[in-house]
Nanobody, 124 residues
């Protein structure tokens, strides 16, 4: 069964950086991958996506601070580089994959596989 796993979360001070990784049990390079997050008491939000071709899109809330990328040399691991973190970035971050590698969408309904999430806490 195709599985996803996130890693790299933790506690960081405002203005700091973290890099999240999304790995899979198979070759993730064929899939489009989207990062979602859910803050305590809030709805889940799609923030960044990447096509199998490497084309990316970022929501306005993270644009210019977060960067999604893909390692084409390995199993297609997808990364989310998060810079200039703010307290409002706190939440559980999930990666999800869609079988259609040609799409880049922030809609959870298009996803076929989900990871368990990793916690990011931005606090001084």
């Amino acid at each position: 069964q195709f599985k996803l796993a996130e890693s790299g979360g933790g506690l960081v001070q405002p203005g700091g950086s973290l890099r999240l990784s999304c790995t899979s049990s198979g070759f993730l390079g064929y899939y489009s991958v989207t990062w979602f997050r859910q803050a305590p008491g809030k709805e889940q939000e799609g923030i960044s996506c990447i096509k199998s071709s490497g084309v990316t899109y970022h929501a306005n809330s993270v644009k210019d601070r977060f960067t999604v990328s893909r390692d084409t040399a390995s199993r297609g691991t997808v990364y989310l580089q998060m810079d200039n973190l703010k307290p409002e970035d706190t939440g559980t971050y999930y990666c999800a994959a869609a079988k259609d590698g040609s799409i880049c969408t922030l809609s959870r309904f298009a996803m076929n596989y989900w990871g368990e999430g990793t916690l990011v806490n931005v606090s001084s």
